[in-house]
């Protein structure tokens, strides 16, 4: 259907047309999907992979945490923490001991995280003796006013529990950076209402950043630990930083989801309400893949280039000679010389075919100027025919004049033999035809049996017998007058008036059978007969017989013909067997 809308082209821009068409496109389209598939196929394993790491590492650093919180618990259950009473009772050297204890405390349970107290007290002044936060990173800090410092407050209100802020680093520092305190109110556990400190745990981040580290994830992934308003609490950027992922995306799998070509996968913590996001490059995950599909699409466009060079090498080799062929076959006219071209000259199968061309354009107009030939001789035979055909008009008219003269004479027996011969004469020669009806084959061999009636002076009798229904079929003509001269010649011919002849015509459809029979006295060799019929023996005697069976058998097959057999009253039978055909269209007769 696709080449019935193109408009006429030659086989070589058709085929390479077929090739591109129905080959390469689909080829590359299968590329082009299986490629995508593919890439979509290694997405989803490495996302489902993961996804299940970022998990992982966040139970991880929920457990950091979760130590945090467990240490702020022990530290506040100690005596000194609920031992500490405040006013002006106590002597600096208490106060001084309480100190020192409780920074050992704190000191003891301090390691990459630091872990201070902030004790609120009416005079600050009494503990001039303890350094504060803008000189020390850890230890116990007097603060009068708590809202000096906002974060201390909202601790305050959490009654005891614990939370997560993002805070300005304690002690002296030339490059301040934020970090991650973890902040609990130390509440007085007898009556559980008055508020004795705050313990604060700083620089969780560099905890959390460390198990962040430990996982290793493909090159050029971003890691962020964030809080619920997207503050970055550990990670790829500075604390405090934000950190927003993209909101127009393609939802890979739960949790995992594709923009601007990163794949991004989180993991949201319900204990301490933060989220776990990796940010990966897809060019670190699937960066092998699309190398080794640049080098499958720089293969495949060699293999289209080795492709359409083949196919113009093939084209210019094959397709291009075919079709100057076909066209040269289109223009060839019988009875003219084609244009040779050089393919002929080629020693392969192309070379053979334009050979075998010029060899058929000749030998057809050789035949052509044979049949001209034919055609002038066949002209100049009917020319001789019309010739030929005045004598047998004119040996007509001359037996008619002798056989009105014989019986104007008184010699009715001459006439009669005169119009026996004449019958005999006209069917024989028939205007050229070589198939007639049964009713003139009859006719024609009684005309013979009279004549020879007359020589023999009766020797003989003759009887036929054949429905009339059959007299219009067709046979060769004069195969019975060859039958009967050999019943006269070899059988009833000297018999003194006791010879017969029988002709018997019948019909057996789709077959005609035709016996002659007489009862000859004289020994019959039958099978010289049957070698007379095959050819085998000598040419000179039977010529009549071989001639009928031959005449039948070239005309319908090996199937029918003459054969003879004994008679088993005496004599010799000769049967003949024909199609029972109407008309020559009927059988591979061809007409005269």
């Known amino acids: 259907m696709l080449f019935r809308t193109l408009k006429p082209q030659r086989f070589i821009h058709k085929a390479i047309l077929f090739v591109i068409v129905f080959l390469i496109v689909p080829m590359l389209l299968i590329f082009w999907f299986a490629s995508d598939k593919a890439s979509l196929a290694i997405q989803q394993q490495a996302g489902t992979t993961l996804s299940e790491l970022s998990k992982q590492n966040h139970i991880t650093m929920d457990k950091v945490m979760d130590s945090v919180d467990q240490t702020t618990v022990s530290i506040l259950r100690t005596g000194l923490m609920q031992s500490r009473s405040e006013g002006s009772t106590l002597t600096l050297k208490q106060r001084l001991e309480w100190y020192a204890a409780t920074e050992k405390l704190l000191k003891d349970a301090s390691s990459q995280v630091k872990y201070s107290l902030f004790v609120v007290t009416e005079n600050s002044s009494d503990y001039y003796f303890a350094p504060t936060t803008d000189v020390s990173e850890a230890g116990v800090f007097f603060i009068e006013d708590l809202r000096d410092k906002p974060w201390l407050q909202d601790a305050v209100k959490d009654g005891g529990g614990g939370s997560v802020k993002i805070i300005e680093p304690f002690g002296f520092n030339l490059k301040p950076q934020k970090t991650v305190a973890y902040v609990r109110a130390v509440i007085d556990l007898s009556d559980g209402s008055n508020t004795r400190g705050i313990l604060v745990a700083t620089g969780i981040e560099s905890v959390l950043r460390a198990e962040m580290n430990s996982i290793a994830l493909p090159v050029g992934t971003k890691e962020y630990l964030i809080d619920a308003r997207g503050n970055v609490l550990a990670g790829s950027q500075p604390v405090a930083s934000t950190f927003f992922m993209p909101q127009s995306s393609r939802d890979l799998l739960p949790n995992v989801f594709i ?25 670190s995950l699937i960066g092998s893949h699309r190398d080794v599909q640049e080098i499958i699409r720089i293969t495949a466009l060699c293999y289209f280039i080795v492709i359409l060079i083949f196919l113009f090498y093939f084209g210019r080799s094959f397709l291009h000679p075919m079709a100057r062929l076909a066209s040269l076959t289109r223009s060839y006219e019988p009875g003219a010389r084609p244009m040779r071209f050089n393919e002929a000259e080629r020693k392969d199968e192309i070379g053979h075919v334009y050979r075998s061309f010029y060899t058929m354009t000749e030998r057809l107009n050789q035949l052509i100027e044979e049949k001209y030939v034919m055609e002038i001789k066949q002209k100049e035979s009917e020319l001789m025919l019309m010739h030929s055909q005045i004598t047998p008009h004119l040996l007509y008219n001359t037996l008619d004049s002798i056989y009105w003269y014989g019986i104007r004479g008184g010699v009715p027996e001459v006439a009669d033999m005169v119009r026996d011969l004449s019958a005999l004469l006209r069917i024989g020669l028939s205007r050229g035809k070589e198939v007639i009806t049964i009713r003139e084959e009859l006719n024609h061999v009684q005309a013979y049996l009279h004549l020879q009636e007359k020589r023999y002076q009766r020797s003989f009798q003759f009887h036929i017998e054949a429905e009339e229904s059959i007299g219009d079929y067709l046979l060769p003509k004069v195969i019975l007058q060859p039958l009967v001269e050999n019943s006269i010649l070899h059988g009833v011919g000297k018999m003194d008036g006791e010879g017969e ?34 050819g085998t023996a000598n040419v000179d005697r039977g010529f009549g017989i071989r001639n009928v069976h031959k005449r039948i058998q070239l005309r319908y097959g090996d199937e029918y013909g003459l054969a003879y057999s004994a008679r088993k009253e005496g004599g010799v039978k000769a049967s003949i067997r024909l199609p029972a055909i109407r008309s020559l269209d009927e059988s591979p007769i061809s007409p005269e």
């Open 501 to 534: 002849i029988w002709i018997d015509i019948q019909l057996s459809e789709p077959e005609l059978l035709i016996i002659v029979e007489d009862n000859g006295f004289r020994p019959v060799d039958f099978e010289r007969i049957e070698s007379l019929l095959e």
């Open 259 to 283: 923009a601007n070509s990163h794949m991004y996968i989180y993991h949201d913590s319900v204990s301490y309400a933060n989220r776990l996001v990796y940010d990966i490059p897809l060019d």
